[in-house]
């Protein structure tokens, strides 16, 4: 079975700063991949940064990075020069058998 | 990316009638679509695994005679809500893997919102 906990139901960061949501997981899977979602206001799942487990080298998608810890298991998201229209809901999520989500983080970018 | 559309978006029907929702990989064939479902600001719960050509997975909870899935093709997967009644009324969201490995992005439909008046 697979878990994720997304520790922090709300955050909100200031336009151009950096912000990092947090995502812990667990899973009995060897092979797995770990998967960052955005879903804005328009409830459209988006994908914005996928890992894969067997890397130990963080994935960066241009303003997105991820910080992986595996042995802590550990899958965090970087956000940085944050932007109006990062504000959105943040699903941190865990593939093996099924795509399992975490309770989700909402992110606020003030002006 | 692949798109995935999903209709209708929205949908009001009377409490005791069924509502069915598509799903449609638009330019993939998916063997495996899942749909969820996703109450206000809650995180999306998925109700059952849809393959081609075989019977649905459900998830322990989710009863099969009222949410019924199909998936004929390799591109449309189908969610009818049977005698659907108020409780029902939520956002259901669909998604397709591109391609057969488990582990490969998956790719959502816009979602139905659902009300049972």
């Known amino acids: 079975a697979q878990t994720v906990t997304q520790s922090q139901p709300e955050m909100s960061v200031q336009e151009a700063e950096t912000v990092t949501l947090s995502c812990t997981y667990d899973?009995?899977?060897?092979?797995?991949?770990l998967f960052w979602y955005k879903q804005p206001p328009s409830r459209q799942m988006i994908l914005v940064i996928r890992?894969?487990?067997?890397?130990?080298q963080n994935a960066t998608e241009n303003r997105f990075s991820v910080n992986f810890q595996k042995a802590a298991k550990s899958f965090s998201l970087k956000i940085s020069d944050s932007q109006l229209g990062d504000t959105a809901m943040y699903f941190c999520?865990?593939?093996?058998?099924?795509?399992?989500f975490g309770g989700g983080t909402r992110l606020m970018v003030k002006p | 990316g692949a798109v995935v559309s999903q209709h209708p978006s929205w949908v009001i029907c009377k409490s005791g009638t069924s509502v069915k929702i598509e799903c449609r990989s638009l330019?993939?064939?998916?063997?495996?679509m899942f749909w969820y479902r996703q109450f206000p600001k809650q995180s999306l719960m998925l109700m059952a695994t849809?393959?081609?050509?075989?019977?649905?997975?459900?998830e322990q909870g989710v009863e099969k005679d009222k949410f019924l899935i199909n998936h004929a093709s390799l591109t449309l997967s189908t969610l009818t809500v049977t005698s659907a009644h108020p409780e029902d009324s939520s956002f259901y969201i669909c998604?397709?893997?591109?391609?057969?490995?488990?582990?490969?992005?998956?790719?959502f439909g816009q979602g139905t919102r659902l009300t049972v008046v």
């Open positions: 330019d993939f064939q998916a063997t495996t």
């Open positions: 999520a865990s593939a093996g058998n099924m795509l399992t």
């Open positions: 899973t009995s899977e060897n092979n797995y991949y």
């Open positions: 890992q894969e487990a067997y890397k130990q």
């Open positions: 998604s397709a893997l591109q391609g057969a490995s488990r582990n490969t992005e998956a790719f």
């Open positions: 849809s393959n081609e050509g075989s019977k649905a997975t459900y």
